[in-house]
């Protein structure tokens, strides 16, 4: 099955091409979400095969390379088109066509009637075709294809209802938003690719990463490549300072959101972090910038989810806040919590945010939560799936989201310091909060909907066995990751399968000062006790007592609205950096530089020369006796010349 | 028939061309059947020069050579490499689309326009084969006038201005390279007794010039090509030429003829002065770099769809011409098939503001909206040709940018880092520029009902003629293997000969 896992790419490929050229003739809908849907299926079943197969081989043999041709081949620059088949890509493989998988069945109910029916299954299709690339690629310029890919289905795939308004805007500005700011991004991914071929005359990580441990390179020149690599990862992360996309991108239909803007695509610069780890790992500047920059995003996301009203919205941020977490992972050198927490995170928050379409779907496209209330009744199976999916993110003991964020925490005090892992349950206690208040503004408590107007409604199977499936899987997907202080020193199954991929780097990363069990059980109670009491707090609140919310919001009017208008960051790049730009360019270079300077230079020399020869022209006019008179002046002047030389 | 395939190659266009004349005005439909004809001929027998062309060899070949002017030693001297050999199949390729593309728009004078389009198609050709410097100045001339009417008598409302300006800048920029010609000729009269034109002759002479004397030549070859590229802040006659010109000319203007320019620097200025171009190498990237962000800005605030794109090329070319200057393997292949994807992307893009304008007579970006609901087909036509031009990986300009600016990271030349790392911000600013018009143009509702009268989708004629391209955008971003190996060997081969001269310069 390893063998084939360049089908994993070609089907979703097939499946684009025969959607996006043949789909909009196919009028049978079920037809246009089944082939979508199959590629999809199948290759997730390859990379199912080929995960067995590789369990299957010595731990020694598990990476394998699947060539397929040379896509480029300049001076020393060999680039080839070849999937790398280990035990990360196959990780994260597993996780991005099984979901994949789910999320494109939950589609066939959600897009039921959309008039762009087949262009949403066959961008879909795209999207795991490019997502496959970024996984599998086993060098720097397939994962950039990938990356570059991703970015343009999320384009398409957010500005899908291109004819809609969103917020202030339209749909297609927040697409081209998320484009752009990703851009920023891949500029520093590029330079990061080009630092590591000039320093290490490759692209190819299996090539690159030996030579990272054997190549007399500086610190700096690691730290530069750690750095602008990174910079890529904080645009497809949604990390600080690039994070302002993806609140935007919730413009695109839901199960977009779920899979792309929550599971998939946004975990990519988790996924390359990781995989570069050993270049990551000899920068420990860098770490630390990293791990920070993950916490801060934790925080600033958590507490701007606290007020918002908007259902996806609260998710976005939540998932901003997330990916946070799973940097801060990273920055700490617990790479495999990170991949650890995609893996869970994906499960919950792809469960989320198809939940809360299947609630805007039953709610007759209504988004703000202070507009539902009490629907735990009318969608049961919505209710019981989105609970659970809560539950998880929160880390209520036993769920995977407590498993993999526990090993964040206790990863971020044992190798980084107290102070991050007080961050880190200060936003984990928020992050229980603001779930909380959504899920009782949702289901619980007072009907605030227009009953004449809006018939809340269950979603159709196909919609909740989805939700079903995510949900065993939140809740069973964390037991692979047990805590060493329960299981033992080789308990943690996922820590183990992903541990060869992280060896190098781990040799680099001096750590691990001795901590005890208790001392690690103690701060597990501790956030425990904390995230439970958020959540007591929050079903009080907003089940029995929302005066409470309303009076504290008036009290600390001036927070309040800073976390509502979430820091006023857009406001503060539109003014700081877009307007300069882009007034800049019209009225400086264009208008002036351009047009008066340089064409005016141009348009000068002629006018210049235009007037000298209308003045010449004078000379000839036409009159013999004037040539005469010109002409004795002319000998006269050489005479008198001639004789005063003599 | 390896001797004359060349000739033949200039011959069939010319002849043709004079063809046309001896058909009546009237008969519209022979006149467009066979300018598209000879220049389909055109196109099979550039094939058939590729079928004859052996890449391994970096060596000029299919020579053609007849003495001219005895006495001055000059000859007609064609042959092709890899460089040149893949810009005229840009050439021979780009024609015929730009025939079929005007089938409807252009009804004025069409013999003229017919004539003047493949008088213009033998220019560019002999631009590209001629391995005479005296031959090759003569054709350079030579398409100046077809060009020059293209635009002075299909063009918009200020054509005038716009050919005038044209031709006057360009025309500028030709004189000082004639005279650094003739002194290029009789210098190498004094050192070897001959008074010769012959490129290959040159090659081995001119490096020993004195690096004075050199910078002046060096000087005047590259204010010439500078103007056709355009580098900034030679680059303001390109948008007028190209809002003015027919869609036609826009095509073959962006296409074909600025390639001439990055053609001349690569065969020209650097092979000939190489101690003069590496001396002046960093100086003219910043310039190139200035020129890819700038472009890149003015093109952003532009609110003319056709001025737009103009305004991009002025930044795709910087990107160019920062490939050339670095002078490594990797940069200059970039250069090379960035010239190719220029002409791809670009030459669809107008044909695609062509295909809007001839129906609505609009090209401003405002009196557009929404009209992805109107016209799908057009719509994801114009999505692909943007995505190309933005350099999106899978498509051919990733490829020229990404080479491009991996070999100016490394140059020696160049020997600084600061020179990628401004150019790449030109991939943010592509994406802004382009995503920002294909939002206010296809995306958003309908704003103007007079769209829903006068805009119909692709027809089969415009379908056919951009299919081809992107058969080609597809092909180069994902196998371009087949292009950059036909020109490798051309390349190293001209860096090679910078090299063995430039020791000294580069440590």
Redesign the interface.
Known sequence: MINLIYLTVLLPLIGFLFNGLFG?KIKNEKIIGIIGSSTVGISFLIVVGAFIQTLSLPVEQRSNTVEI???????G?NIKFAYLVDQLSLTMGLIVTGVGFLIHIYSIGYMHGDKGYWRFFSYLNLFIFAMMNLILGDNF?VL??G???VG?CS?LLI?FW??RNFEKG????A??KA??VN??G??GF??G???I??TFDSLNFKEVFAKATTFPVTETTFSLIALFLFIGATGKSAQIPLFVWLPDAMAGPTPVSALIHAATMVTAGVYMVSRASILFASAPSIMIVVAVIGLLTALMAASIGLVQNDIKKVLAYSTVSQLGYMFLAAGVGAFSASIFHVMTHAFFKALLFLGAGSVIHGMHEEQNIQNYGGLKKYMPKTYITFFIATLAITGVPGLSGFFSKDEILWNAYANGSFVFWLIGVLTAMMTAFYMFRLLSLTFYGNERFDHHHVHPHESPAVMTVPLMILAFLSVVGGFVGMPKVFVGEHGNLFENWLEPIYKPAQLKLAHFGMHSHFEEILLMAISVVLALSAIYFALKVYTQKPEIAESVSSKFKGLYNLLLNKYFVDEIYEASVVQP??K???KL??KFA?VKI??GA?NGV?LLIDKLAEQIKKIQTGFVQYYALVMIAGIAVVLFFLLFSL | MNTIILTMLLAIPILGGLLVLFLKDEQKKLIRWFGLIVSLITFFISLIALQKFDSANPNFQLIHQIIWIKSLNISYLVGVDGISLILVLLTTFLTPLTFLSTWKAIDKKLKMFTFSMLLLEAGMIGVFISLDVFLFYIFWEMMLIPMYFIIGIWGGERRIYAAVKFFIFTMFGSLLMLVAIIWLAVYSSGMNGIFTTNLIELYKISPTIPMQIQSWMFGAFFLSFAIKVPLFPLHTWLPDAHVEAPTAGSVILAGVLLKMGTYGLVRFCLPLFPQAAVNYAPIISVFAVIGVIYGALVSMVQTDMKKLVAYSSVSHLGFVVLGIFAMTVESVQGAVIQMVNHGLSTGALFLLVGVVYERTHKREIAFYGGIAKLVPLFSTALMIAMLSSVGLPGLNGFIGEFLILIGSFKSPVLNSFWFTAFAATGVIFAAVYLLWMYQRVVFGKVTNPVLEKELTDLNKREFVVLIPIFIFIVWIGIYPSTFLNLTEPSVKNILQQISQTTVNFLK
């Open positions: 909009s041709f040379t896509w480029l081949n300049v001076a620059l310029l950039f294809l990356w570059e890919g343009l384009y500005g291109y004819d339209t749909t297609s500005q697409a081209k484009f752009v851009r920023i891949d500029f590029l330079l690719m080009f630092l071929y000039f730009i882009q800049g360019s019209e270079l264009w351009d340089i064409d141009v002629a």
